[in-house]
């Protein structure tokens, strides 16, 4: 079975200081993408940040960044200067491909973690 | 503005009364999904559907049924909801490319008494 395990269910940084969340992920797959998203108290889910397997570059958006381990299949998320507007549960996300669906294109699979609640403490 | 539209937002019901959670995207997007979030259970996949009239299950669809007669349109009915659907539900879509970016709605939370 595909896995994806945040070990840390919670984690605290101060303001400006720069904080790593882990994920890793468990897969038979070469290509997928991973993915972190950030679900602040508003709930809404946005998206902070995409990873494709087969590029070897860390992905970087802005003071996010990510430290891709395909062999380790470690994914983790650095938040740097970490700001107020931070605070909020990440979740670690990687697609898998289901096989052939019925509509357009293949059928792709969200597989999510149980997420990492971040405070951002001024 | 290019965004997923549920409603209602916040809804209080009783156990066996029909409900429907509408979502609506205004992004063209093929894919269309719900899920809902649980406490220690993370997102679960209740519904999808790759275009219209296409849909199929994810990994939690018991007591829930999905409909797909518009591109834009994706209404997840509870015909007859018990206490153990009480949670946040999130639309969520995405091109049929591959992407992968999911845009997701504001969430619904539902309590069934």
């Known amino acids: ?122 | 503005e290019a965004q997923v539209t549920q409603n209602p937002r916040y809804l209080i019901t009783v156990t066996g009364k029909k409900l429907t959670v509408t979502c609506s995207q205004n992004m063209n997007h093929e894919y269309m999904s719900w899920y809902r979030q649980d406490p220690g259970l993370g997102l679960r996949q209740i519904y999808y559907s790759m275009n219209v009239e296409v849909t199929d299950k994810g990994d939690v669809p018991e007591g829930y049924k999905v409909s797909r007669k518009e591109k834009r349109n994706f209404p997840l009915i509870l015909e007859s909801p018990s206490p153990n659907q009480t949670s946040l539900y999130f639309c969520a879509s995405r091109t049929g490319l591959n992407t992968g970016e999911l845009f997701f709605g504001e969430g619904s939370r539902l309590t069934v008494l």
């Open chain 1, 1 to 122: 079975a595909q896995t994806v395990t945040q070990s840390q269910p919670e984690m605290s940084v101060q303001e400006a200081e720069t904080v790593t969340l882990s994920c890793t992920y468990d897969t038979s797959e070469n290509n997928y993408y991973l993915f972190w998203y950030k679900q602040p108290p508003s709930r809404q889910m946005i998206l902070v940040i995409r990873q494709e397997a087969y590029k070897q570059q860390n992905a970087t958006e802005n003071r996010f960044s990510v430290n891709f381990q395909k062999a380790a299949k470690s994914f983790s998320l650095k938040i740097s200067d970490s700001q107020l507007g931070d605070t909020a549960m990440y979740f670690c996300a990687f697609m898998k491909q289901v096989g052939k669906g019925r509509g357009t294109g293949n059928n792709r699979k969200l597989i999510w973690g149980l997420g990492t609640s971040l405070a951002v403490n001024p």
